[in-house]
């Protein structure tokens, strides 16, 4: 008798591994909508002291790139915690990881390669999230 994905339980999940994902995920969630937040609501000329890029590209685009922030925040972690499409989670870090390289790679581009310490640092974990949640510690959906 052949069991399939569907029917065969979870593997055991360890604690480290459990407890390393969700504080990943809290972390990128506060990260991506603090940062979207600014983005969104700043002033421009305030977050261009902050930072140099914001004064130099469009504001629609700005405002924009807020949204993308605090969405990918928000979907890499109220998904599986609700356990409402648990999916989801993987895809918003899928998007995370994606993101974090767009900006490693605009800021280099531009000669900023002194401000990407930020940005490893949160593709480590969006990346991290992306692999757990996808291969080793997967959510089951609600009901």
Do not use: Y
């Amino acid at each position: 008798m052949t069991t399939n994905a569907i029917t065969r339980p979870a593997p055991h999940i360890s604690r480290a591994l459990n407890i390393g994902l969700w504080s990943a995920q809290s972390l990128i969630f506060v990260a991506f909508v603090v940062f979207g937040c600014m983005k969104m609501f700043m002033p421009v000329d305030q977050l261009a002291a902050m930072w140099v890029w914001p004064g130099q590209v469009p504001v629609p685009f700005l405002r924009f790139m807020g949204i993308v922030d605090a969405a990918g925040g928000v979907g890499v972690l109220l998904p599986a915690l609700t356990r409402i499409q648990p999916r989801l989670t993987v895809l918003a870090a899928l998007g995370c990881t994606a993101l974090q390289i767009a900006a490693i790679i605009f800021h280099v581009s531009r000669g900023e390669a002194f401000v990407t310490p930020l940005n490893f640092v949160l593709l480590a974990l969006s990346a991290f999230i992306l692999w757990g949640r996808a291969k080793k510690a997967q959510i089951t959906p609600r009901g």
